[in-house]
């Protein structure tokens, strides 16, 4: 037997096996191709579908604007334009303005054991019956006076923002219920012009209470003024104001002149530094009145911020709330002599939590002992020696648009005499009371 027939043989064997197997490669191949062919076909007829759908939607959209440009031609529609108020909540774009709605909704009631005028539920401390004489007693009151409405402005220009605010609510006159002006004024860069915040008498350092007007040693005036605020650095600036502080004891001749320094000293600190000149007239005479005041605010720790306000002020009693006559007159008008007094007001302030705080705080003011002042005085019931307030109050805030408060208040005035009649007979003690409960709900929005 030949030796190379096996190794033929196996040779031919192989070659087979590699012919067959090449040929089920190509098979399968085949067949994988014929597959990702009809694949693609399908996908291909998709598109071709969905394109077909998209171009009926625009045929039937082209009809409809067509049909809707005939019925504008035919009845002389006017081009729509864009509206130039567009609501923003409580927030709009009136022009090129954008103006943010504020305000609340407050109910407030006292029951008086002792006090002020009935026709009036806010403080009155300097003005409370002395003991003996028409005291007011024994009387529930109750207002929504304090009811607040507001609005913001801001215009955008090439010379940067101007801004403005009108603020209202019902406090205005002896009866109440009726429209005032609180805020009203215009801004731009550093300049303001209208009526916000006396630039002497601020009350960002007095201690919160449930009243409207405060308490004794703070003061809460607002004044038509135009005011400058030069900034140093961002810590520290200056504000220059002329005020119009409606002194209807006064001629005014020109307007009041005041200057006040803000001060961060840190980011849990800040105070100010005031000043006031102002000049008092009469038919017959003149005299310059003046001020100072000094503000602290401080953060001792986290939750609990003290605040104190003081004012030393000579001749005016226009800026600081409860103040005697500035000056008092003869019967020429000639101006005998002027009321010179100290105020201060402390208090501390406790965020227990988010939905509690609570305040404590007191009040104080002396008048200088001027024989003359108080020997021209045409009644000495009505100028007190001094007068003080202590109270204490509590907020609770169940959610954020709303905000109950509870408050009591104890204070007292001392005149500088007793009411007396025609034949000089007293009628009176020397000493008013103010002894009253308080509660108050806003709704804020």
């Known amino acids: 037997m030949n030796s190379t027939q096996p190794t033929m043989k196996r040779n031919l064997v192989m070659s087979m096996l590699a012919l067959s197997m090449a040929g089920m490669s190509l098979s399968t191949q085949a067949k994988s191709n014929s597959e990702e062919i009809q694949q693609l076909h399908q996908e291909v007829q998709e598109l071709r579908e969905l394109l077909s759908q998209y171009a009926g939607q625009q045929k039937i959209q082209a009809q409809h604007l067509q049909a809707v440009q005939a019925t504008s031609a035919v009845t002389a529609l006017p081009v729509q334009t864009p509206m130039s108020a567009t609501q923003k909540g409580l927030g709009m774009t009136v022009g090129k303005a954008e103006v943010s709605f504020y305000g609340n909704v407050r109910a407030d009631a006292s029951y008086q054991a002792e006090g002020g005028s009935a026709a009036r539920l806010y ?30 402005f801001k215009t955008s220009t090439k010379g940067g923002d101007v801004g403005g605010k009108i603020e209202v609510d019902f406090l205005g006159g002896p009866g109440l219920d009726t429209l005032r002006i609180r805020h009203a004024y215009v801004n731009y860069n550093d300049w303001l012009i209208g009526q916000t915040w006396s630039n002497f008498a601020v009350p960002d350092y007095m201690p919160e209470s449930i009243d409207a007007l405060g308490y004794v040693g703070g003061a809460v005036k607002r004044t038509p003024q135009v005011r400058h605020t030069t900034k140093f650095n961002p810590a520290t600036n200056l504000v220059v104001a002329l005020e119009d502080p409606k002194d209807g004891s006064s001629n005014m001749r020109l307007p009041a002149l005041t200057a006040r320094v803000n001060h961060k000293i840190s980011d849990t600190a800040a105070m100010s530094l005031r000043g006031m000149v102002n000049d008092k007239r009469t038919d017959a005479d003149n005299e310059t009145a003046w001020g100072v005041g000094a503000g602290l605010k401080y953060e001792m720790m986290p939750g609990t911020t003290f605040k104190a306000d003081y004012y030393h002020v000579k001749g005016d009693s226009s800026f600081v709330s409860w103040a005697n006559s500035g000056f008092v007159v003869n019967t020429n008008k000639d101006i005998v002599a002027t009321n010179e007094f100290d105020s201060i007001t402390v208090g501390l302030t406790q965020q227990f939590n988010p939905q509690w705080r609570g305040t404590l705080g007191y009040g104080y003011m002396k008048a200088d002992n001027n024989q003359d002042y108080i020997n021209a005085l045409a009644d000495k019931s009505t100028a007190n020696k001094d007068l003080w307030q202590a109270w204490g109050n509590v907020f609770y805030s169940p959610t954020k648009p709303l905000s109950f408060g509870l408050e009591y208040v104890y204070g007292e005035r001392k005149a500088f005499g007793p009411v007396v009649d025609v034949s000089n007979n007293i009628l009176s003690g020397t000493t008013g009371e103010d002894n009253r409960v308080s509660a108050v709900a806003i709704y804020n929005f």
């Open 123 to 152: 403080n009155q401390i300097s003005t409370v019956p002395l003991k003996g004489y028409k005291e007011s007693s024994d009387q529930f009151k109750s207002t929504l006076s304090a009811t607040r409405l507001g609005a913001d």
